[in-house]
């Protein structure tokens, strides 16, 4: 096998297909002399070629599978050149799939991803199920099977990056939250991206759960090439069978749950999430005093909507993982009261004009990064006087802070990426929390 790229996900395939006696090559952009994963992989023994991608690798090896990084894409030369040779590309979740029994719950989605993740994996805890969580929320998937038991859940966070790059992947439950224009400069089209969000249903049986959000008519297309047993659930109508709201009280099948007024999890966005986490759970046989014991206490995932602090009445968020224009639009629709904004990153072309049906509460604009004049003029358009350009997040919450009044939000919610400053938007999120902390 041919793993491609030394990130967190290849370098874990790499060491377990290595450890099982599986012949592999590794090859990574970076040199040898700077890539710390490569040399441990050389001195356990693994071929590692660094610095560049010599498509000669496919005639001096016997390559049946290539395994690649999520975030190389297709244009790759060493991609194009397997396809080209009728060789599979994988990405790392195919490979989690094939090293276990245990039972996938596979997340997807263009928001809301992480915390749905988070709150089932913490609901399946708290009722004592054996659960793991796995893929794009942290720990490589392959990681996590290659240790899982038989009978523990595999939760998963999964991107259409690495959905992309899957072939019998087959979740016992799968879930598509919602689907919006995203990362199409990586899909190219829409028809794309959708086909590989579509992945986490495509493979499931009669025997499996796919969990359908029945407000999107989008995701409701997608579902309909799976075999499996179908959950709704709906934040705008009242289901039964399925999870929804009615009369102020979650209710899944026609059965109370809780009064919605008891979920600490602040935004209305975080409904869907709510809603989707319990079809999965309560498939599971999740008790309801475990969805009612994480529910009154979970306040959110760190850099998601993640609570910070209260200085001098002022409260702080740290939304950093807001890195496209919806993430934005729901963060600003989750209060009714006056919101400081900080934004901007990473310049893709597109205006932000999107924002300004949600920005009635925003009384002022920190603007930083490569789109800061974007948001400059954002905020002129929308009458906002307070407009304040600084040089990065540590800046911006200090400036924040300065033209803030008791009971306002300070709102980190960038509505881009974040790798024109920072190399991840983690590093970003870390830094504002420790800036607010430093206020105190």
Not at 226 to 245: D, I, W
Not at 274 to 286: M, S
Not at 434 to 439: D, F, Q, R, Y
Request: hydrophobic share 40%.
């Amino acid at each position: 096998m041919l793993v491609l790229g030394l990130a967190k996900s290849g370098y874990a395939a790499a060491s377990i297909l290595h450890e099982k006696g599986v012949k592999v090559v590794v090859n990574d952009q970076l040199p040898f002399e700077e890539n710390e994963p490569a040399r441990i992989l050389a001195e356990k023994g693994v071929e590692v070629v660094c610095g560049s991608h010599p498509t000669e690798l496919f005639d001096l090896h016997s390559i049946d599978i290539l395994i690649k990084n999520p975030g190389i894409r297709y244009e790759n030369v060493m991609v194009e050149e397997a396809l080209k040779r009728g060789i599979p590309v994988w990405t790392e979740v195919e490979l989690a799939y094939h090293l276990t029994d245990a039972p996938f719950i596979g997340i997807t989605g263009s928001n809301g991803k992480t915390t749905t993740t988070t709150l089932v994996y913490e609901m399946l805890k708290a009722d004592s199920k054996k659960a793991l969580v796995a893929g794009n929320i942290g720990t490589a998937a392959s990681e996590v099977a290659n240790q899982a038991g038989g009978d523990e859940w595999i939760v998963t966070e999964l991107s259409s990056f690495q959905l992309m790059g899957t072939y019998q992947f087959r979740p016992k439950i799968g879930l598509l939250l919602n689907v919006f224009d995203a990362h199409l400069d990586y899909h190219h089209s829409r028809q794309n991206y959708e086909l590989a969000k579509q992945q986490v249903y495509r493979n499931q049986s009669e025997t499996d759960v796919a969990v359908v959000n029945l407000d999107d008519e989008t995701v409701v297309r997608l579902a309909e090439c799976s075999k499996a047993e179908k959950v709704y659930f709906s934040v705008r109508r009242t289901l039964e069978p399925g999870a929804c709201v009615k009369d102020g009280v979650i209710m899944f099948n026609g059965e109370p749950v809780m009064p919605l007024e008891d979920v600490v999890l602040p935004g209305e966005h975080n409904l869907e999430n709510i809603l989707a986490a319990l079809c999965i759970v309560k498939t599971a046989g999740v008790s309801d005093e475990a969805v009612r014991k994480v529910l009154t206490s979970f306040t959110g995932v760190k850099h998601r909507m993640q609570y910070v602090a209260t200085i001098k009445n002022r409260l702080f968020y740290n939304d950093s993982k807001a890195t496209n224009i919806l993430a934005t639009k729901k963060a600003l629709s989750a209060f009714q009261k006056p919101v400081i904004l900080l934004a901007g990153g990473l310049d893709r072309g597109n205006e932000f004009d999107e924002l300004k049906p949600h920005m009635s509460f925003v009384k002022a604009v920190i603007t930083f990064g490569e789109t800061a004049p974007k948001f400059e003029k954002l905020a002129e358009e929308m009458g906002i006087q307070q407009v304040k350009r600084v040089d990065n997040v540590e800046q911006a919450a200090t400036a924040a802070f300065s033209l803030s009044d008791e009971g306002d939000v300070i709102l980190l919610s960038p509505a881009c990426a974040s790798w024109d400053q920072y190399k991840t938007f983690e590093e970003r999120g870390d830094m504002f929390v420790n800036a607010v902390h430093m206020l105190k």
